[in-house]
């Protein structure tokens, strides 16, 4: 049973149904049965022929009256004892397979396919496909059942008209869930058949067959049925279709509406990132002006500084002071006194302090052609007097610029 169980626990999964392990709770089948519609066919047990007929059904009429009497009384009788143990389903395909494997002990394998699981995916699965459901009620103790089974039922023809035409689920009364779908289908005799489709949104039976039927009759019949109610599946069918196109056409819109949705907020963005990047851009041009302005400003100051630091220009009659004149980088010259004992760093900020002298610059001699060592350095960590860097009493110097080296 489990082996089996599990085969048809993976096809459920894979139909989208309840598991088959994992069944639903046991709750009234929404199930329309009420339809004044219903179309029903009952056949009448055979009535007695000839004397001898009738002799031998009015000595058992008195047997049989009571034996179904006394067995009614003894079952009801044991409902007040116990409750009936039919009335709780806790094994719903345990009593799906238990009645297959008992039916195929009884009539043999050749018979419809049984749907292997609960009356409620039945159901569901006969929604989804719409097609028809045959349910199958059988009753164990019913003196037409066997006759009804192995004669009607597993006929070939019966065979092929269910097997190719609609799904079929049969169950024993006498089993928990058999018992559950015959309290919902309310059948009066056995052998019985409903005939259950989806009709007007509902899953509706729309034809009930009681009594012992003969195969020729039962196809007939379950064939009128589902010619009288083709056009109700054919209608939702329609309907079906016509809601999954609006789906479908829903999504697609939709889908263009996000794809537009996406497309303007990845515009907005690019907007943003240019305005972030604009924004960026002129706040760096704003810092650079301002560090700009800034080392300007330090710049003027410093010049300031060092002009207000120069020791006085000495007189032109002084033995020790040199004349020099300093050619600038813009053609210009500019002339000033110094004294022999002062620093050639003196110099150096004499020309910067100047206003037309460059940031950077060195002070270069040409007899000999040689760059004076004005400022600090490795070799000259204090930079030589004018004596010492060999100047005459008259110099002409040259400023060369480096403040793009």
């Not at 047990?45 to 067995?71: A, D, E």
């Not at 037409?144 to 009364?173: G, H, K, Q, Y």
């Not at 020729?216 to 329609?238: C, G, H, K, P, W």
Request: overall charge negative; proline content about 7%.
């Amino acid at each position: 049973h489990t082996v089996e169980a599990a085969v048809q626990d993976r096809l459920n999964e894979q139909e989208g149904v309840p598991s088959v392990f994992n069944p639903p709770p046991s709750r009234p089948l929404q199930v329309n049965t009420a339809d004044h519609r219903i179309y029903s066919y009952v056949v009448s047990r055979p009535q007695p022929r000839g004397l001898l007929g009738w002799g031998y059904y009015l000595i058992m009429l008195p047997f049989r009256f009571t034996y179904y009497t006394i067995l009614d009384i003894f079952r009801f009788a044991l409902r007040f004892i116990r409750p009936d143990p039919r009335s709780r389903v806790t094994d719903p395909v345990g009593d799906i397979v238990s009645f297959m494997h008992s039916f195929e002990e009884k009539y043999g394998r050749a018979h419809p396919v049984f749907y292997l699981g609960t009356y409620s995916q039945a159901l569901n699965d006969a929604k989804r496909e719409l097609r028809f459901l045959l349910v199958y009620l059988h009753g164990d103790d019913h003196q037409d059942s066997d006759e009804f089974c192995r004669n009607t039922l597993c006929a070939p023809e019966v065979i092929s008209l269910i097997n190719t035409r609609m799904l079929f689920w049969a169950c024993s009364t006498n089993k928990p869930e058999g018992y559950r779908v015959s309290q919902a289908l309310r059948e009066n005799t056995y052998p019985f058949l409903a005939m259950i489709m989806l009709k007007d949104r509902r899953m509706t039976v729309v034809g009930r067959l009681e009594g012992l039927i003969q195969p020729d009759d039962l196809i007939n019949q379950l064939t009128f049925i589902m010619d009288a109610n083709q056009t109700y599946l054919v209608s939702e069918r329609l309907e079906r279709e016509e809601r999954n196109q609006t789906q479908v056409l829903r999504q697609q819109q939709d889908e263009a509406y996000l794809a537009s949705l996406r497309a303007d907020q990845e515009k907005e963005r690019k907007k943003r990132e240019e305005r972030e990047r604009k924004r960026r851009k002129e706040e760096e041009v704003q810092q650079q002006k301002l560090a700009e302005e800034r080392r300007r400003r330090n710049l003027q100051e410093e010049k300031e500084r060092k002009l207000e630091c120069l020791p006085p220009e000495p007189s032109p009659d002084d033995p020790e002071s040199v004349k020099i004149i300093f050619k600038l980088p813009n053609d210009s010259r500019v002339e000033r006194r110094f004294h022999f004992s002062q620093s050639l760093t003196v110099i150096h900020d004499f020309l910067f302090s100047l206003k037309e002298s460059p940031e950077k610059f060195q002070i270069e001699a040409n007899f000999p052609r040689r760059v004076l060592p004005c400022l600090p350095s490795e070799e000259w960590p204090n930079p030589p007097t004018l004596q010492e860097a060999g100047l005459s009493h008259t110099e002409v110097l040259f400023v060369q610029d480096l403040t793009d080296e």
